[in-house]
């Protein structure tokens, strides 16, 4: 089955510590992206790739970092720098926009 | 600056009434429009979408209006049922590179 496969579902990091949240599509999509939900605020974009080795910023970049070495590979860094980054994590790729987003499970991280 | 806007956080229906959820939005570029539907700790899923060339899309039970004079969609489920229970999330296209911009979201509450 094609899908969009987010791991771990549930992740704790100490403050200070980096953490990689993964995102694996086998949907052969192009485009991928990371979104962030906080409660009351809807889906913040963070990062977003069109094209394997081009990812561009979103409206909340600072304090993450991407890479797509790979077209169906996507993993997102939560650095040290990111002030407040307990929030649920969700990354999505698409082929076009006639059928949306397929998004993955999401992964809830929470730093103590 | 919120381009698209859900604002009712919440909304209450009972069983086989109808449920409407509304949408706004600035942007006069949006030309594409989506509504998803989230369950909680899941990636949201799409449900329905509607172009700008058009002023109404059904599927099923459920059937999008859209009125771009006002800048303005809704969400229309007819019957309602339990399981609809959710947080939609309406969304809009400007054809950009970044694709979706989306709303705060609505949480549905069907009640038996």
């Known amino acids: 089955d094609g899908g969009i496969t987010q791991s771990p579902k549930y992740l704790f990091r100490k403050e200070g510590q980096n953490v990689t949240l993964s995102c694996e599509q086998n949907l052969n999509h192009d485009a991928m992206y990371w979104y962030r939900q906080d409660p009351g605020q809807g889906l913040r974009l963070i990062y977003y790739?069109?094209?394997?080795?081009?990812?561009q910023k979103g409206d909340i970049a600072e304090g993450y970092s991407v890479s797509r070495e790979k077209k169906e590979s996507f993993p997102l860094t939560v650095t040290s720098a990111q002030k407040n980054p307990t929030a649920f994590y969700l990354c999505a790729s698409s082929v076009g926009l006639l059928y949306g987003y397929t998004f993955g499970s999401g992964t809830r991280l929470t730093v103590v | 600056d919120q381009q698209v806007k859900q604002n009712s956080p919440s909304l209450s229906v009972q069983e086989g009434r109808i449920s409407i959820l509304n949408c706004d939005y600035t942007n006069s570029m949006f030309d594409y429009f989506l509504w998803y539907k989230k369950y909680p700790a899941e990636g949201p899923t799409f449900l329905i979408s509607i172009s700008s060339i058009k002023d109404k899309n059904e599927d099923g039970r459920f059937t999008v209006f859209l009125n771009k004079s006002a800048k303005h969609l809704s969400l229309h489920i007819v019957p309602s049922q339990p399981g609809d229970s959710a947080v939609y999330f309406c969304a809009a296209s400007d054809g950009s590179a970044r694709q979706l911009t989306f709303g705060s979201g609505t949480q549905l509450t069907v009640l038996p």
């Open positions: 790739s069109q094209i394997v080795n081009d990812f």
